[in-house]
Structure formats: structure tokens, C-alpha cells
């Protein structure tokens, strides 16, 4: 069964510190595979998404994230976090057609001073 | 920005009754979409759209239906309400064809509470 997962539900970062959220999938065939974030009381925001090619991404914001295809990963990172990104990340993967979007439950983020 | 409006952004209404979440878009994407978001379960897809005359169910349908009126505007309605469609609603849109890259290009979301 096609699935995505974000193992921690919610992390806690002191500001300026790196951040790395993670992301498992199974998926039959090749996966398009993205992260979105959600701040409060708005809508989904595209970060990055990897189709092919260099399996490191980089994305808006700073962000970039990893490709493992031997680990069935796609883990989000940033060097330095700032108080702005205190928000809920989304894992999510898509067939080739595009259409088929599975997302994971999401990691919140809280940014501590 | 693909420009996706929801109406409307809040509502709270009684079990039984009928309700309608409208989205419209603006730059003329060919797909549309509806998800449902609940705490701790991600999105889950409702219903979406290809064009006007393709309308295909997705992993939550039951209990929703859906009408696109035309090719910017995509409804979800609830013909009975229940308490366990309380939930925040998105809609959502993307390309197809060779400027398909599956990104999805969401509306500020729906928040529905049902009593």
C-alpha cells in the first residue's frame, strides 16, 4: 500500500539551530515526492519537490531535503532556523500523473527563542 | 500563485443540514481538487476533477458529493451534515500534461464545524 509517514508529530528547535524533519514512504513505482508548509490559518505552500535527477533539492526559504531511494526517504532540512518557520510540515507523494497526491500526518514545528 | 478562493473560510452549522463549500480559480488550472484535513491525519482526498465532465472519487468520498460548474469553479457539498465531518476543508488545484509536475496549489482552507 502507497503511504507516507513522519515519524515525529511535533518538534521543538531553540532559534538559529539546524532542523531536520524526516519522511518514510512506500510507493510501487517512482515517486514524486514533496514537502509543503502550512502556517497557521493558511493554505498548503509548496517548499520543494524531487522528480528526478540530483537527490538533493533545494527549495524556498532555505530548505532542502535528501532523496534515499535505498531508505525510502525524503527528510527536510535547514542549517539555521528562524523564528518565522514555526509552522506544520507535510511529507507528501504523488504518482506520475500527478493526481494522486498521498500526504503524510505532519510534523508541527515550534521555534523557541 | 494559482489563486485559489474558498467561501466560505468558516461556518458552523447543525447535524442534518445541507451544506456547500465553493472554490473558484483564477488561472485556469485543468485539475481540481477536495481535501479534508483532521488533526493528526495529514490530507485525505475527497473528490477531484480532470474538466468539467470528469469527476472521480477519491479515498474519503462517502458522504460528499461534488459539481464543477465550470472549468474555475469545483463545489463539495454535504447533503446531511454529521459531528464527524467537522474538519478543515482545502481545495486544491494542478496542471496536467507536459506542465504537470504534480504540485498542488492550494485555497486557505475551509473550516467547517458540524453540532
Given at each position: 500500500?502507497?503511504?507516507?509517514?513522519?515519524?515525529d508529530i511535533h518538534i521543538t528547535v531553540s532559534e538559529g539551530a539546524s532542523l531536520e524533519l524526516r519522511c518514510n514512504y512506500s510507493y510501487g513505482a517512482t515517486p514524486y515526492l514533496f514537502w509543503y508548509v502550512q502556517s497557521p490559518g493558511q493554505g498548503l505552500q509548496l517548499l520543494l519537490k524531487y522528480f528526478s535527477g540530483d537527490t538533493l533539492v533545494q527549495g524556498i526559504k532555505g530548505f532542502e531535503a535528501e532523496f534515499k531511494r535505498s531508505q525510502s526517504s525524503f527528510n527536510l532540512r535547514k542549517p539555521s532556523v528562524h523564528w518565522s518557520d514555526a509552522a506544520e510540515y507535510f511529507c507528501a507523494v504523488s504518482n506520475t500523473g500527478g493526481f494522486k497526491t498521498i500526504f503524510g500526518a505532519g510534523t508541527r514545528l515550534f521555534v523557541k527563542a | 500563485d494559482?489563486?485559489?478562493?474558498?467561501?466560505?473560510?468558516?461556518?458552523?452549522?447543525?447535524?442534518?443540514k445541507r451544506?456547500?463549500?465553493?472554490?473558484?480559480?483564477?488561472?485556469?488550472?485543468?485539475?481540481?481538487?477536495?481535501?479534508?484535513?483532521?488533526?493528526?491525519?495529514?490530507l485525505r482526498l475527497i473528490y477531484?476533477?480532470?474538466d468539467v465532465k470528469d469527476?472521480?472519487?477519491?479515498?474519503?468520498?462517502?458522504?460528499?458529493?461534488?459539481?464543477?460548474?465550470?472549468?474555475?469553479?469545483?463545489?463539495?457539498?454535504?447533503?446531511?451534515?454529521?459531528?464527524?465531518?467537522?474538519a478543515l476543508y482545502f481545495c486544491a488545484v494542478s496542471n496536467r500534461g507536459t506542465t504537470n509536475t504534480g504540485e498542488l496549489f492550494f485555497g486557505?482552507?475551509?473550516?467547517?464545524?458540524v453540532l
Open positions: 500500500a502507497q503511504s507516507v509517514t513522519q515519524p | 494559482a489563486d485559489v478562493t474558498q467561501t466560505p473560510r468558516n461556518r458552523i452549522t447543525k447535524t442534518g451544506i456547500m463549500l465553493e472554490c473558484s480559480q483564477t488561472k485556469g488550472h485543468d485539475r481540481m481538487y477536495w481535501y479534508r484535513q483532521d488533526p493528526g491525519l495529514g477531484y476533477s480532470f469527476i472521480n472519487k477519491g479515498e474519503i468520498s462517502d458522504g460528499y458529493s461534488v459539481s464543477r460548474q465550470a472549468q474555475a469553479k469545483f463545489s463539495l457539498s454535504l447533503e446531511s451534515a454529521i459531528p464527524n465531518q467537522t486557505e482552507g475551509s473550516r467547517l464545524t
